[in-house]
């Protein structure tokens, strides 16, 4: 069965850091849009970033640009979200996804609208305090 395994997330302060990462299991992360979205309680789900693991080509929300960034260690067969000076506004469940987007959709929004169940893992809590 094919499944996403996240970890890395935590509770910080304002300005620290945090690594997620996704390791797949069953498949291998070649030749696929990949990214995270984040859901805070009563809000809709916001992508956050991706990356097309053909070409390491990436997309960022605006609210994220600068501060975060997502890359692949193929080696690994993992992807890392770095998360640099978080902010409170940063605090929500983390989702690595992989939907079977074609290339030209690897977008942070069809990551968010596409993902379904299945498509995305269990989650992982960040918590950034002022």
């Known amino acids: 069965q094919l499944s996403l395994v996240e970890s890395g997330g935590g509770s910080v302060q304002t300005g620290e850091s945090l690594r997620l990462s996704c390791a797949p299991s069953g498949y291998t992360t070649s030749n696929k849009c990949m990214g995270w979205f984040r859901q805070a309680p009563g809000k809709e789900r916001e992508g956050v970033a991706t990356?097309?693991?053909?070409?390491?080509?990436?997309q960022y929300a605006d609210s994220v640009k600068g501060r975060f960034t997502i890359y692949q260690e193929d080696s690994a067969n993992t992807v890392y979200l770095q998360m640099d000076s978080l902010k409170p506004e940063d605090t929500a469940m983390y989702y690595c996804a992989a939907p079977p987007i074609p290339a030209a959709w690897c977008t942070v929004e069809r990551l968010a609208e596409r993902s379904g169940v299945g498509d995305y893992g269990q989650g992982t809590q960040v918590t950034v305090s002022s």
């Open positions: 990356i097309l693991t053909t070409t390491t080509r990436t």
